[in-house]
Nanobody, 124 residues
Framework: QVQLVESGGGLVQAGGSLRLSCAAS????????MGWFRQAPGKEREFVAA????????VYANSVEGRFTISRDNAKNTVHLQMSNLKPEDTAVYYC?????????????????WGQGTQVTVSS
């Protein structure tokens, strides 16, 4: 079992920045592929970013490429999502996800473990 707890969400004006964190426990963190997803009101959950176990490989959704950065600290069992130049359309609940294995995963169905989510609201 893997437990994931997100933090760092909040209300920010368009153009601002936020840093989300996800703390993992229950399994060796460096054995986990990690990802971030988001779900806006009335929409399906969508992929945002993912990172390989070593941190050496990342992938992003086109909508956030160049504005968001995913990183991980295996010594602290934490993955981060640095979000910059935020837009109102980034408003959503952001979820952290984990899957045992050393890949970079983009699909929701590929992840077994999920956090409860943290709300990000971007005002115009």
């Amino acid at each position: 079992q893997v437990q994931l707890v997100e933090s760092g969400g909040g209300l920010v004006q368009a153009g601002g920045s936020l840093r989300l964190s996800c703390a993992a426990s229950g399994r060796t963190f460096s054995s986990l592929a990690m990802g971030w997803f988001r779900q806006a009101p009335g929409k399906e959950r969508e992929f945002v970013a993912a990172i390989r176990w070593s941190g050496g490989s990342t992938v992003y959704a086109n909508s956030v490429e160049g504005r968001f950065t995913i990183s991980r600290d295996n010594a602290k069992n934490t993955v981060h999502l640095q979000m910059s130049n935020l837009k109102p359309e980034d408003t959503a609940v952001y979820y952290c996800a984990a899957e045992p294995g050393r890949w970079v995963l983009r699909q929701e169905y590929e992840y077994t473990y999920w956090g409860q989510g943290t709300q990000v609201t971007v005002s115009s």
